[in-house]
Each structure stands twice: as structure tokens, then as C-alpha cells.
């Protein structure tokens, strides 16, 4: 076993090329991710998810992606073949995103699509994949499998969905999971309970988590490292649970911006936005 | 102002909201809050007139509702949705979207109005010609906050109004809205599953579960979390929770 951590990202640059001018979405970010689970925060349009969608080349044919280095395990993601690429997306990094909604198949029960992601990627037989679907669903912690496993995507709750869409990610037992807003269309409570699940999930099977969200507090309650990132740039990163020692302005704003139900504030703070945190960072 | 007695809504088989009821007083703003599929939606629907299978009694000033709603209705009570990108029209300027009301209710004056009302909601002049694509979240939000309350309304009813939005913006928003509720003496009814949200808006607030109201508590019982109903405590215990990491 080498020593190198799984995802080494150096000086990313994303851009996005239009008729009317280039958007800089990435400027600069690097990261290094080992088994552990790192938050990225930001707002929209702050070039989080763009971050995430890099590191599996994801990105629209148009955009311009570069960096110093770009890295999963020994694959250079910026010059992998697409042959490569298809190697690693699925199998060795799982994708979940938003809204299970709009990213399940609403014409395939969720058992068949997870049965489709496992036989994606090993050689397994009809039965065999049912089975091992609904122990998916199981690990999941999904009470009645066997009616899930059957069950279309419209006929389940949100919460549901999105644990049939962890069940499809994990089914090839990927070594890096990048978890993009996995739960912002969910009620509270059903989020905790589905970031504890992926907690979990992740912890048991030793694998890395990438946890994109705005949800600044709600990210340093599972991860281990918060990055905060502003215009297509990192503004600080540190460990999650130092977040109230944050320093930069851009995370004190996020954080006190938020309404509390302990404490009365007749008016919240807004976010003013110094055009220092826009300059390049070294 | 508002009074809602047994208030009962079925769908088919469906039994979405069982026996709910309360009442809003004059300047007053009360929340509803639970989890998706607890009804507080489909309340604040029917109150809207946007469902109209409902038994029970709504009552606004004293006078019992009718199902179908007259137009002095909708000038009296205006609704401001979740998701601003699906609550505005995409073909429409912005201009368009403020006109229509206007032009609903046969009130004149259209071009002033319309500025004011982009004045009031911190939209630059600019934004008044261009289509909700080219606006951010946070604006098109205001955008439809103008849009109810151009017509001058006295009751405004919001469900989930910041949940679509970043923190940032939300924070914004939610000033925006206890300025024009100060300002226009607004009597307002806010769904939100967000304890924070709520408790930051609203004087008392209605825990719904399973289409019933299962507490009914004030701001100072809700902060304090001095709840007696298991479900309250658990969203109380839940908010606290996530809340532990914020200094």
C-alpha cells in the first residue's frame, strides 16, 4: 500500500465557455482526500458541484477543465482514456445526487435498477442480483425490502428514494463516494437520518466521502473536514469540529447568517461580500 | 382575522388533513410546521382556494369562505410558493408578472406601482424588463413576493418561502419579509419544516402530524422547548441538534 491519499486535486480550473464570455466556475481549487469524509460548502454557483462532477469528468464537452494535477488512485483524470473513465465512474466512485425524483428511473422498479448497476459492473446472474439487491435494500436499512425492491419510484417516499439511490451506489462497492446535495430535498428529520446512514455506510466500508452541500452546520455534524469555497475558489478549510473557529469572513457570514430557534434576533445578519475574497488566492 | 374550524381534506382515499383547527389574529403570523405528508401544505392550500375538497368551516373577518373563491378574495389574501423557479411564468418580463395582478384587480396606475413595488423589494429598476431565467434565486424569490403584494393584500400566506434558497439568501428574504409585515401590518401564515425559520417569523406556531395539529405552542414555549407532545420534542431535539455546531 502506498502512502499517496486516494484523490489529489492541485490547481483545478473549470471553465465554462458561452456566447457571451467565459465563466470561470472552478479558479484554483486543491484538495487531497484519504479515507475520510470532507464537506465542501459554498452557495450555488460557488463551483462546488462543478468540483465534484470534475474529479469524474462529468462535465459538458464544451468545458474547459485543468489542473496541475487531477488524480484518483493511479488515474490521471485529465488524460484518461474514456475507456478509463467509464472504469471508474459506477465502480470506483459513486455518484449521489439531489433529488431521487428526477434521478431514479420513474419507468424501472427500483429493484431492477439496482440489480442493472450491479451487473454494470460484475458478472452475475439474474437471480444472484436480486439477492443481492435486497441485502443492499437491507443495508440500506430499508424495514420491507422485498416491497421496495419491487416498488417504482413514484410509489416511494423521498427518504426512500434516496436510500434506493445509495443502495444503487454502493452495489459496486465504490472506494470514493461524492454525495452532491444528497439530502436538501428532504425534511430535516428524514436528512439526519439519511447522513447518519451514509455516515455509517462510509465508516463501515473504509470508504472516502465527498459531501457537497450549502448547508454549512448540517456538513460539519458527519464530515471530518470542511472546505468553504466562494466563486470557484477555497476560502478556508479546516476541521469540522473547529468550525466556530473559523477565521474567514465568507464562513463567519454563512454561519451567523442562519435564523436559530434558541436565540432571538429580531434581524439576521446578511452576507456582505468582500470583493477581497474574489481576488486569486495564492 | 382567520379563523379555521374541523378543517377536513380528503383525496380519494387519502385522508390528508383530519379535523384542524385555529385561528389568526389581526397583524398576527402563525406557523404551521411538520414533516412532508403532514398536511400543512394542503391547509394552507385551502385556505388559498387552490384545493377545494374540503369540509369544515374558513372564515376570514367573521364571513365564512365558500369553495370557489371571488375576485375581492384574491385581492385580500395572496400566496407566495416554495420554489420560485416554478412560480413564475418563464415567457413573462418581470413587468408582465407585476401587471397582472394589477390588471386581475382593475387598478390603475400600473407604472408607478410597479416601481414601487421593485423599490420595496430591493429589486434594481433594471430588473423590471428582464424574464425570471436571468435573475438569481434570491431575486426571483423577491420577484414573487412583489407579485402578492402589489394588489396590497392583508393576508399573506407562505409556504416553505426560503427552503429553495441558499442561507445567505434566506437570511435576506426572511428580513425582507418581517420589514414588509411591520410595514404593511400583514396578517401572515407560514408553512416551514425549519423550527429556526418558523420560531425566527412567527408568534405561535401549529405542529401538524399525520393531518392533525398535535400542539399548538408560543415562540417563547417553542425556543425554550417547553413541548408536551413526543413529535414536537423530537423536531425541538432535531433542530438543537444540527444547531450544537453554530456558535
Known amino acids: 500500500m502506498s502512502t499517496a491519499p486516494l484523490v489529489e486535486v492541485k ?41 465534484g462532477r470534475a474529479l469524474m469528468r462529468l462535465l459538458p464537452a464544451s468545458t474547459k477543465a485543468q489542473a496541475d494535477v487531477l488524480r484518483f488512485g493511479e488515474t490521471d483524470i485529465l488524460h484518461a482514456s474514456e475507456r478509463q473513465m467509464r472504469a471508474l465512474r459506477g465502480r470506483r466512485i459513486g455518484l449521489i445526487l439531489q433529488d431521487p425524483k428526477y434521478s431514479l428511473n ?22 444472484e442480483a436480486r439477492e443481492a439487491s435486497l441485502d443492499l435494500l437491507e443495508g440500506v436499512k430499508i424495514r420491507d425490502p422485498r416491497r421496495v425492491h419491487d416498488a417504482y419510484p413514484h410509489e416511494l417516499s423521498g427518504g426512500m428514494g434516496q436510500r434506493v439511490m445509495i443502495a444503487m451506489m454502493l452495489a459496486p462497492n465504490p472506494e470514493l463516494l461524492i454525495a452532491d446535495e444528497p439530502t436538501s ?38 464530515c471530518d473536514r470542511v472546505a468553504v469555497m466562494y466563486a470557484g475558489q477555497v476560502m478556508e478549510e479546516l476541521p469540522a469540529a473547529e468550525l466556530h473557529k473559523a477565521t474567514h469572513g465568507y464562513t463567519r457570514g454563512l454561519l451567523e447568517c442562519l435564523p436559530s430557534l434558541t436565540e432571538r434576533r429580531p434581524r439576521l445578519p446578511t452576507l456582505n461580500r468582500d470583493p477581497a475574497w474574489l481576488a486569486p488566492r495564492p | 382575522m382567520i379563523e379555521i374550524e374541523k378543517l377536513d381534506i380528503r383525496f380519494g382515499a387519502t385522508h390528508a388533513v383530519r379535523g384542524v383547527s385555529f385561528q389568526v389574529s389581526l397583524g398576527e403570523t402563525f406557523g ?4 412532508s405528508g403532514s398536511g400543512k401544505s394542503t391547509v ?30 384574491f385581492r385580500m389574501v395572496q400566496m407566495v410558493f416554495q420554489d420560485p423557479y416554478g412560480s413564475l411564468h418563464p ?5 408582465r408578472i407585476l401587471s397582472e395582478p394589477l390588471a386581475v384587480h382593475g387598478i390603475g396606475n400600473a407604472d408607478a406601482r410597479i416601481l414601487r413595488a421593485l423599490e420595496e423589494v430591493a429589486l434594481p429598476r433594471a430588473a423590471r424588463f428582464r424574464y425570471p431565467h436571468q435573475l438569481s434565486g434570491g431575486q426571483r424569490q423577491r420577484v414573487a413576493i412583489a407579485r402578492a403584494l402589489i394588489a396590497a393584500p392583508s393576508i399573506l400566506l407562505l409556504d416553505e418561502p426560503t427552503s429553495a434558497l441558499d442561507v445567505s439568501v434566506q437570511a435576506e428574504v426572511l428580513n425582507l419579509l418581517s420589514d414588509l409585515r411591520a410595514a404593511r401590518g400583514l396578517t401572515c401564515i407560514l408553512v416551514s419544516h425549519n423550527l429556526a425559520v418558523v420560531a425566527h417569523l412567527c408568534g405561535r406556531v401549529a ?22 407532545h413526543p413529535h414536537t420534542r423530537d423536531l425541538i431535539r432535531l433542530s438543537h441538534d444540527l444547531e450544537g455546531m453554530t456558535p
Open chain 2, 44 to 73: 394552507l392550500r385551502a385556505m388559498a382556494g387552490l384545493v377545494q375538497e374540503w369540509t369544515g368551516r374558513i372564515a376570514v373577518n367573521g364571513r365564512p369562505l365558500a369553495r370557489r373563491r371571488d375576485r375581492a378574495f
Open chain 1, 11 to 51: 490547481n483545478l480550473r473549470v471553465d465554462f465557455p458561452s456566447a457571451t464570455g467565459v465563466t470561470h466556475a472552478v479558479r484554483g481549487v486543491s484538495f487531497s482526500l484519504g479515507k475520510e469524509k470532507l464537506g465542501i460548502v459554498g452557495e450555488s454557483g460557488s463551483g462546488k458541484s462543478v468540483t
Open chain 2, 32 to 35: 404551521l410546521v411538520g414533516e
Open chain 1, 106 to 127: 420513474p419507468v424501472m422498479t427500483a429493484g431492477a435498477q439496482i440489480a442493472e448497476a450491479l451487473r454494470a459492473h460484475r458478472r452475475i446472474g439474474r437471480r
Open chain 2, 91 to 95: 415567457r413573462q418580463t418581470v413587468d
Open chain 1, 185 to 222: 430535498a428532504l425534511d430535516a428529520s428524514v436528512q439526519a437520518e439519511i447522513l447518519r446512514l451514509i455516515e455509517e455506510l462510509v465508516d463501515t466500508r473504509g470508504m472516502a466521502l465527498m459531501l457537497i452541500s450549502h448547508d454549512l452546520p448540517l456538513v460539519s455534524h458527519f
Open chain 2, 207 to 228: 405542529v401538524m402530524q399525520g393531518g392533525r395539529i398535535v400542539e399548538e405552542l408560543d415562540e417563547a414555549a417553542l425556543r425554550a422547548g417547553r413541548a408536551a
